[in-house]
């Protein structure tokens, strides 16, 4: 159903604090867990930028590119004004790539609100977008680079995907790297081929009026300070 168009991977493991963003470990205790260090949104975003760089040109189109230059220039201009370009520096428009004029669906790495809120901000997607990488979170929270194929079968589920249009997949892991593919659609799906959708059963339930988390109002004061009196251990 789907044809692979492009693909990039951007891997940054021979920076040390890249590297050590995201890497399993032993803590002082003996027990293997996974590290998260304060660096990690740092190297995520340099793993993300350097990947679009790649990957931007095979999947636009010339005149979205050039608009792109354009609009780099003109914000340089506005910056360092000579005498004669005041004007031209003023009216230079926000730089930015409409990544909707040669991508029509965006499967988005659902590794937390914050992960979908700043892909959306930085592709300038609408919450239409990022409804399936919401949703899958909603359900399934974060399953790491798994999570890309539920929400790919969330946009099936919910029948938004035709014949030749093209989804653009991003997902992050530990190295730290940063992978990227487009796939172009190859045909319509038929009803019958849906059936096997992890989505099925509950597809007509989302996405939900609210997202707030029903547990919490009952659960809640896990989080707060413990009270020594709440829990007791018996030997």
């Not at 360092?80 to 790539?97: H, L, M």
């Not at 930085?122 to 949703?135: G, I, N, Q, V």
Request: net charge positive; glycine share 8%.
């Amino acid at each position: 159903m789907f044809k692979l168009k492009c693909l990039v991977r951007t891997h940054h493991g021979a920076r040390e604090d890249s590297f050590n963003a995201c890497v399993q470990k032993e803590d002082e205790l003996g027990r293997v867990g996974i590290h998260l260090d304060k660096t990690l949104p740092k190297a995520a975003t340099r793993a993300f930028v350097d990947n679009l760089k790649v990957i931007t040109p095979k999947i636009l189109p010339v005149t979205q590119l050039f608009r792109f230059m354009l609009s780099l220039l003109l914000k340089k201009l506005r910056r360092s004004p000579s005498k004669g370009s005041t004007n031209v520096a003023q009216a230079a428009p926000k730089a930015g790539i409409n990544f909707k004029t040669g991508i029509e669906h965006f499967c988005i790495h659902t590794g937390g609100k914050a992960v979908i809120d700043a892909i959306g901000y930085s592709l300038d997607l609408t919450e239409y977008d990022l409804e399936p990488a919401r949703m899958t979170l909603h359900r399934f929270g974060n399953t790491s680079a798994s999570s890309l194929w539920y929400v790919l079968g969330y946009m099936e589920a919910k029948k938004r995907l035709k014949r030749g249009d093209r989804v653009f997949m991003i997902s992050f892991g530990a190295g730290f790297k940063c992978n990227s593919c487009v796939w172009e659609v190859a045909r319509d799906l038929n009803v019958g081929e849906c059936l096997g959708n992890v989505w099925n059963h509950c597809i007509d339930q989302y996405p939900p009026t609210s997202l707030l988390n029903p547990f919490l109002e009952k659960y809640g004061w896990i989080r707060e300070e413990e009270d020594p009196d709440t829990f007791k251990f018996h030997t």
